[in-house]
């Protein structure tokens, strides 16, 4: 079972920038495709991004594209993800996530993923102030 916990959540400013990390632990980090999730208040969780084994795939939802990308670094079994001139509807608690390695063939290909995904972290708030 692999176990995730995420850093660095917190109050940012619109134009500012802030970096999530989640760590994971347990397993081969490279046997998982990583992604990232994130739930408002009243709304139902979201896909945002997600990132191959080897971080040289990167899938990023639209409504994000220009403000919110992926990396990882798995020398250190995390991922990451950098908000740039975020939103104040980016405001949201943020979660990482593991999937299977098809993951970016379904993205693809145009497939839902969500569903996908099977280990979670516990989630970090991010506020956006305007």
């Known amino acids: 079972q692999v176990q995730l916990v995420e850093f660095g959540g917190g109050l940012v400013q619109t134009g500012g920038s802030l970096t999530l990390s989640c760590v994971a632990s347990?397993?081969?980090?490279?046997?998982?495709?990583m992604g990232w999730f994130r739930q408002s208040p009243g709304k139902v969780r979201e896909f945002v991004a997600a990132i191959n084994w080897s971080g040289d795939e990167t899938y990023v939802t639209d409504s994000v594209k220009g403000r919110l990308n992926i990396s990882r670094d798995n020398t250190k079994n995390t991922v990451s993800l950098h908000m740039n001139s975020p939103k104040p509807e980016d405001t949201a608690v943020y979660y990482c996530?593991?999937?299977?390695?098809?993951?970016?063939?379904?993205?693809?290909?145009?497939?839902?993923?969500?569903?996908?995904?099977?280990?979670w972290g516990p989630g970090t708030q991010i506020t956006v102030a305007s």
């Open positions: 996530a593991t999937g299977p390695l098809i993951v970016m063939d379904y993205a693809r290909r145009g497939r839902p993923i969500g569903d996908l995904f099977r280990h």
């Open positions: 347990g397993r081969t980090f490279t046997d998982y495709t």
